[in-house]
């Protein structure tokens, strides 16, 4: 059983820190990619990041670059988004996200609110 659990939500500053994490199971997850999506109210799922394989192959949306990191620890099964200079923009639910050889898996999601 596959399963995707992330945590590291909450209510941050605008400038703060936070860092998300997914713990993953149910799948070879050194083997495949893992992705960080984001759900404001009233839009559309978008990707934030993704990281390949390995800690060198990553890729941002235009909007995060520079601010967010996504890495993994293949031992831990875990995939991590370190957010930075947060603003009331990056405010939304947090989706982790995988696409392994058995079918597309997310997350319940962690709610992230950036405010004063």
């Known amino acids: 059983q596959v399963q995707l659990v992330e945590s590291g939500g909450g209510l941050v500053q605008p400038g703060g820190p936070l860092r998300l994490s997914c713990v993953v199971s149910?799948?070879?997850?050194?083997?495949?990619?893992m992705s960080w999506y984001r759900q404001a109210p009233g839009k559309e799922r978008k990707l934030v990041a993704s990281i390949i394989t390995d800690n060198d192959s990553t890729n941002y949306a235009e909007s995060v670059k520079g601010r967010f990191i996504i890495s993994r620890d293949n031992a831990k099964n875990t995939v991590y988004l370190q957010m930075n200079s947060l603003t009331p923009g990056d405010t939304a639910v947090y989706y982790c996200?995988?696409?392994?050889?058995?079918?597309?898996?997310w997350g319940q999601g962690t709610q992230v609110t950036v405010s004063s």
């Open positions: 996200y995988a696409n392994p050889s058995m079918g597309t898996y």
């Open positions: 149910g799948f070879t997850f050194s083997s495949y990619a």
